[in-house]
């Protein structure tokens, strides 16, 4: 089955750093990912979409990558704010086709 | 747009109630689902619907029944609660199943159910 994994439950960096963050997937690859934000008691919202073709893609301050080599994408901020710590996921298609799979998500920390 | 919404925000039942929790969308979304969330399992899909009169089960869907009898209306029933269903559960929609995992989900707020 279907395996999406985020490496890291929490990441905790200074104001003005880049965080990075990251998702791998196992056993097939998705057309897309997707990746989503979560602030405590709220339901996730979308961030980004990367497609299978597209190496990179930017949003303001945000920068998605996807390798389909590795299996891999990076979750970039930059110039992180205290404002950006919340909840990140990354989420694909299942090989059916029928469902969005997520990860556990990752926490992130931004102290000033 | 009021978007996703959930009713109600929180509830407590005891083992072996039913109750009903109601999720509406006002984007005329085909897609709509549910997710339930619980600490260090990530979101679970447990139904989904891909337009009115038409659902599915997701990768954990015991214990749970749906009906989309309207584009709108998607509520979610618990015949019989368990403490594990003890959780966080969210509704979300998308706009058209040919292009819904190419469409941005979007979720509504969210209900905090305990059973007892």
């Known amino acids: 089955s279907q395996k999406i994994e985020q490496n890291s439950e929490a990441l905790n960096i200074q104001e003005g750093k880049t965080a990075t963050l990251t998702c791998n997937y196992t056993?097939?690859?998705?057309?897309?990912l997707q990746w989503y934000r979560q602030d405590p008691g709220r339901g996730p919202v979308f961030l980004l979409l990367?497609?299978?073709?597209?190496k990179e893609k930017r949003k303001e301050r945000l920068k998605v990558t996807f390798d389909t080599t590795l299996k891999q994408s990076l979750f970039h901020i930059t110039a992180s704010q205290p404002a950006d710590s919340a909840t990140y996921l990354c989420?694909?298609?299942?090989?059916?086709?029928?469902?969005?799979?997520f990860g556990k998500g990752t926490t992130l920390s931004v102290s000033s | 747009n009021a978007g996703v919404t959930q009713t109600p925000k929180f509830q407590v039942l005891k083992t072996g109630q039913s109750m009903t929790l109601q999720c509406a969308q006002d984007?005329?979304?085909?897609?709509m689902s549910w997710y339930r969330q619980d600490p260090g399992m990530g979101l679970r899909l447990i139904h989904y619907?891909?337009?009115?009169?038409?659902?599915d089960q997701g990768e954990v869907p015991n214990g749970y029944n749906v009906s989309r009898s309207t584009t709108e209306d998607f509520p979610l029933r618990l015949l019989s609660a368990a403490p594990s269903q003890t959780s966080v559960y969210f509704c979300?929609?998308?706009?058209?199943?040919?292009?819904?995992?190419?469409?941005?989900?979007?979720f509504g707020p969210g209900t905090r159910l305990l059973v007892l």
């Open positions: 990367i497609r299978e073709n597209e």
């Open positions: 619907s891909v337009g009115a009169g038409i659902t």
């Open positions: 984007m005329n979304h085909e897609y």
């Open positions: 056993n097939y690859s998705p057309a897309y």
């Open positions: 989420a694909l298609i299942n090989q059916a086709g029928t469902a969005l799979i």
């Open positions: 979300a929609s998308s706009p058209s199943p040919s292009e819904t995992y190419q469409e941005t989900q979007y």
